[in-house]
């Protein structure tokens, strides 16, 4: 089945809002430094300042401007997303395309272990991990990641059987390529839109991981984020600046994962025949 899925994802509804809002999410965040006057550690001088021209989301407890730290904290959450998303699919394609490959004791070693891992609540092992650890956002991406990976590597294993007795990978076992030439060579890019719906959503899952984990304050404590902003607002709903500080990185946190979610839908529509027809029926 030849699918443009990028042409398609462009012409679904949902697809177009998600990438328009992942793309000016992204944007902001590379651009903070032109959007905003101020660093996020800069002290303005004034505390519990309302929204105004010069401060367009006002101040918080400690004077530092709110605007520049929802800026500052779309680049945590992204990065913490999109990295913890694409190792934990690297970690997926090497263990379920190895499975899938060898096959035998390996095979079903791997795949005990992958359902014993999705046994186990992977929040509460993220939780107790980063409580020991205190992690930095490279260690917070690694532990993200592999509490991830299991999903993906049982779609990874599954497209894989299905993909090896295909004619082009037995006529390339057949001239002598080996398991990871084929893997390299024909699988891995033959699974690549599966690939980028796993990555979209591992990536929505990351996010709301790394906010979960500053909201408690497990997290880096230098790391400006979405999470911390939150819980730092919280002590202060007795006073009216929650109104300012509060909603707005809860406001940007729910469009970033709505922009995940409306990508990889429309995605997922696009390489399923059964979906593709239900939508196409519903529309007219």
Known sequence: MHINFVKEVKNDFMGRTGLVILLGLLALALLAPLVTHYRPEDYTGLIFQPPSAQHWLGTNDV????WTQLLYGARSSL???SGAAVLAVLISLL???SAALLGGIYDRGLMRLVDAMLVIPPVIV??????YLKPNLLLLIIIISIS????GARIVRAQTLALKESMHVTAARSFGGGWMYVL?????PEMGPVLTAVIIQFARRAVFMEAGLSFLGISDPSLISWGKMMQNALQFTYLDVWKWWLLPPGFALSLTIMGFTFTGTALETAMNPRLRKEVHHAGD
């Open 63 to 66: 004077g530092q401007d709110v």
């Open 79 to 81: 990065l913490t997303g």
């Open 95 to 97: 263990v379920g395309g």
């Open 126 to 131: 993220v939780i107790l991990v980063a409580a």
């Open 148 to 151: 991830l990976w299991p999903a």
């Open 184 to 188: 390299k060579r024909h699988l891995v």
